[in-house]
């Protein structure tokens, strides 16, 4: 055996090709598994006394051993990462001075590792060589196929030491920790808000963007994520099969009807940090943030004005375009805002839903309410700018500008 294949097999990272040079070298070139006699037995006669492991040289088993023993005699100098190979050792040290000297000829891709760099010309070449045996599924990588194999198996071997939840994968746990430690590594440069997942980063980058990608083919609304065009679908199909137990009311999403149980439960688990005031849904809160913090995110590219929620973006637009899609099937006039219609809609049902607590009248909308209070409170908030009488209706004061114009 060369130097040179020497040299290949120890300095190398843990990647799935060294392994399986390493792997080859314990089964004997007859691809013999490694706890099955060789076809030579002194072709490999360094045998493991743990596992029945047999391999070719001495040094080999050495290196093997600490599978079972957990040493980790090469360590990082700068970080005090430790590994079981010095091979590894050299690979990790690119981490910390940024050398990538495997280069994919395809698409120029450069990686720290030979290994790496065979793993990426999968993605060129479609090659999958790591079969589910159980499914026939097929992946680029072992690793990937072990993850895999936890969903037929059920086997959550990564533990969190705080509340004692499991997960399959260990970036999963990465993730979770982030609940308790409350760290959110991934940062809008726009705007500066922090997300404990890079995808809730996307996500959020949309609404800077105002990209959504995603049209529904029945109606035309466009969505940022393909998740919420597929709950919008559910609304046109008329499927919800998600039942409230509780009051029989049906949603198209599990999620929908989680958020729905909490207006029998009264849990509301998204509290603002500054005001301690709690909210059922995340989407409330973040909305309530952007009180404290100022935020308007959505700019109107008319005319500039900027709003800190969505549908009062869509609203404003309104004013530009001259839409007023909310009609009264009543009388037929039209309404920018769904909350026009239902004021209109008063006025011929008589509704006052708003009484006035001193005295008992009652009125059709809030406003008119708050105007009377004021003949309780003798508040009188609409000024004159010329003489500065003042006036609780905003009638009255229009009434008196008359008396300063030449109308008079």
Same mark, same amino acid.
């Given at each position: 055996?060369?130097? +040179?294949?020497?040299?290949?097999?120890?300095?190398?990272?843990?990647?799935?090709?060294?392994?399986?040079?390493?792997?080859?070298?314990?089964?004997?070139?007859?691809?013999?598994?490694?706890?099955?006699?060789? #076809?030579?037995?002194?072709?490999?006669?360094?045998?493991?006394?743990?596992? &029945?492991?047999?391999?070719?040289?001495?040094?080999?088993?050495?290196? /093997?051993?600490?599978?079972?023993?957990?040493?980790?005699?090469?360590?990082?100098?700068?970080? !005090?990462?430790?590994?079981?190979?010095?091979?590894?050792?050299?690979?990790?040290?690119?981490?910390?001075?940024?050398?990538?000297? /495997?280069?994919?000829?395809?698409?120029?891709?450069?990686?720290?590792?030979?290994?790496?760099?065979?793993?990426?010309?999968?993605?060129?070449?479609?090659?999958?060589?790591?079969?589910?045996?159980?499914?026939?599924?097929?992946?680029?990588?072992?690793?990937?196929?072990?993850?895999?194999?936890? =969903?037929?198996?059920?086997?959550?071997?990564?533990?969190?030491?705080?509340?004692?939840?499991?997960?399959?994968? !260990?970036?999963?746990?990465?993730?979770?920790?982030?609940?308790?430690?409350?760290?959110?590594?991934?940062?809008?440069?726009?705007?500066?808000?922090?997300?404990?997942?890079?995808?809730?980063?996307?996500?959020?980058?949309?609404?800077?963007?105002?990209?959504?990608?995603?049209?529904?083919? =029945?109606? $035309?609304?466009?969505?940022?994520?393909?998740?919420?065009?597929? +709950?919008?679908?559910?609304?046109?199909?008329?499927?919800? %099969?998600?039942?409230?137990?509780?009051?029989?009311? !049906?949603?198209? #999403? %599990?999620?929908?009807?989680?958020?729905?149980?909490?207006?029998?439960? $009264?849990?509301?688990?998204?509290?603002?940090?500054?005001?301690?005031?709690?909210?059922?849904?995340?989407? !409330?809160?973040?909305?309530?943030?952007?009180?404290?913090?100022?935020?308007? %995110?959505?700019?109107?590219?008319?005319? $500039?004005?900027?709003?800190?929620?969505?549908?009062?973006?869509?609203?404003?637009?309104? #004013?530009?375009?001259?839409?007023?899609?909310?009609?009264?099937?009543?009388?037929?006039?039209?309404?920018?805002?769904?909350? &026009?219609?239902?004021?209109?809609? +008063?006025? /011929?049902? $008589?509704?006052?839903?708003?009484?006035?607590?001193?005295?008992?009248?009652?009125?059709?909308?809030?406003?008119?309410?708050?105007?009377?209070?004021?003949? /309780?409170?003798?508040?009188?908030?609409?000024?004159?700018?010329?003489?500065?009488?003042?006036?609780?209706?905003?009638?009255?004061?229009?009434?008196?500008?008359?008396?300063?114009?030449?109308?008079?």
């Amino acid at each position: 055996m060369s130097k +040179r294949l020497h040299e290949d097999i120890f300095n190398q990272s843990d990647d799935d090709n060294t392994n399986d040079l390493f792997e080859n070298h314990a089964r004997g070139n007859d691809g013999s598994p490694p706890n099955m006699a060789p #076809t030579n037995d002194s072709v490999r006669p360094y045998v493991c006394e743990t596992c &029945g492991k047999a391999f070719l040289q001495k040094k080999y088993l050495a290196v /093997h051993m600490r599978t079972h023993s957990g040493e980790k005699p090469y360590v990082c100098e700068t970080c !005090s990462n430790a590994f079981a190979r010095s091979g590894n050792l050299k690979a990790h040290m690119r981490t910390h001075t940024g050398e990538k000297p /495997h280069v994919c000829e395809t698409c120029g891709n450069a990686f720290t590792t030979i290994g790496n760099l065979k793993t990426h010309m999968r993605t060129h070449t479609g090659e999958k060589p790591h079969v589910c045996e159980t499914c026939g599924n097929a992946f680029t990588t072992s690793s990937n196929l072990i993850v895999h194999m936890r =969903t037929h198996t059920g086997e959550k071997p990564y533990v969190c030491e705080t509340c004692s939840m499991v997960f399959t994968r !260990s970036g999963d746990l990465t993730v979770h920790m982030r609940t308790h430690s409350g760290e959110r590594p991934h940062v809008c440069e726009t705007c500066g808000k922090a997300f404990a997942q890079s995808g809730n980063l996307t996500t959020h980058m949309l609404r800077h963007s105002g990209e959504k990608p995603h049209v529904c083919e =029945t109606c $035309g609304k466009a969505f940022s994520l393909s998740s919420d065009l597929a +709950r919008h679908i559910l609304t046109h199909m008329g499927e919800k %099969p998600h039942v409230c137990e509780t009051c029989g009311k !049906s949603f198209s #999403t %599990p999620d929908h009807l989680a958020v729905h149980m909490r207006t029998h439960t $009264g849990e509301k688990p998204f509290v603002c940090e500054t005001c301690g005031k709690a909210y059922s849904q995340s989407g !409330s809160l973040d909305r309530h943030m952007r009180t404290h913090s100022g935020e308007k %995110p959505y700019v109107c590219e008319t005319c $500039g004005k900027a709003f800190a929620q969505s549908h009062h973006l869509a609203e404003h637009m309104r #004013t530009h375009t001259g839409e007023k899609p909310y009609v009264c099937e009543t009388c037929g006039n039209t309404f920018a805002r769904s909350h &026009g219609l239902v004021e209109h809609m +008063r006025t /011929h049902t $008589g509704e006052k839903p708003y009484v006035c607590e001193t005295c008992g009248n009652a009125f059709a909308r809030s406003s008119s309410l708050a105007e009377h209070m004021r003949t /309780h409170t003798g508040e009188k908030s609409h000024v004159c700018e010329t003489c500065g009488w003042a006036f609780s209706h905003p009638g009255n004061l229009v009434k008196h500008m008359l008396t300063h114009s030449d109308v008079l």
